[in-house]
């Protein structure tokens, strides 16, 4: 399996909303509602912040949001501030129960 | 609270080995999959290898598949990886994570990290 593409990077102004895709193919993201998403700070361990496509874990502010589309997921973040700055990764469970992570996005927050 | 604390890294030579391992406490170890993912110097997250919470599971990707071994000891809280025919790009922190919900290893879910254990593949 190859890696899940996401775009290298993406940026946004206070306040602003942005969204990041992962494309998989129809043994990945197609076939299954295993997407999760992972905030990462620099020199920090990941951090989850959706999983099974949309969900929440307690805690993550409701500006962020998934979404999932045949073989692409997305996460949108709303109202961005400046601690959103971050690298951010999916993941998704393959038909062997293994799993692939997207490349990885760089959030810049203008 | 729960904490998961990698050790065992360190610096070896290619074609050598490593065993890592995970103190796991806060939680109820054996009802929870857990999953070793790694991160080489400045690039992206691999998920490494899962096992279920009983630990008669496990899955491998396939750049370590016949190479590494996952297990865990439900009477210690304890994960392992024994690490066997190590290559240069096997060099990356390694990460021990814990499902937020499943025990049957299947998930990708990951609630909870260690803070990671760098490991050096290197002549």
């Known amino acids: 399996h190859s890696a899940l593409t996401q775009p290298a990077s993406v940026s946004g102004s206070p306040g602003q909303s942005i969204t990041i895709s992962c494309t998989g193919t129809n043994s990945d993201i197609g076939a299954y509602s295993y997407v999760s998403w992972f905030q990462q700070h620099p020199g920090k361990a990941p951090k989850l912040i959706i999983y099974e496509v949309t969900n929440r874990p307690s805690g993550v502010p409701d500006r962020f949001s998934g979404s999932k589309s045949g073989n692409t997921a997305s996460l949108t973040i709303s109202g961005l501030q400046a601690e959103d700055e971050a690298d951010y990764y999916c993941?998704?469970?393959?038909?062997?129960?293994?799993?692939?992570f997207g490349g990885g996005t760089k959030l810049t927050v203008l | 609270e729960v904490q998961l604390l990698e050790s065992g890294g360190g610096l070896v030579q290619p074609g050598g080995s490593l065993r890592l391992s995970c103190a796991a406490s806060?939680?109820?170890?054996?009802?929870?999959?857990m999953s070793w993912v790694r991160q080489a110097p400045g690039k992206g997250l691999e998920w490494v290898s899962a096992i279920s919470g009983s630990g008669g599971s496990t899955y491998y990707a396939d750049s370590v598949k016949g190479r590494f071994t996952i297990s865990r000891d439900n009477s210690k809280n304890t994960l392992s990886l024994q690490m066997n025919s190590l290559r240069a790009e096997d060099t990356a922190i390694y990460y021990c994570a814990k499902d937020l919900f499943c025990s049957g290893g299947g998930c990708n879910n990951f609630d909870y990290w260690g803070q990671g254990t760098l490991v050096t593949v290197s002549s």
């Open positions: 993941i998704a469970s393959t038909y062997t129960s293994t799993h692939i």
């Open positions: 806060g939680f109820i170890f054996s009802s929870y999959a």
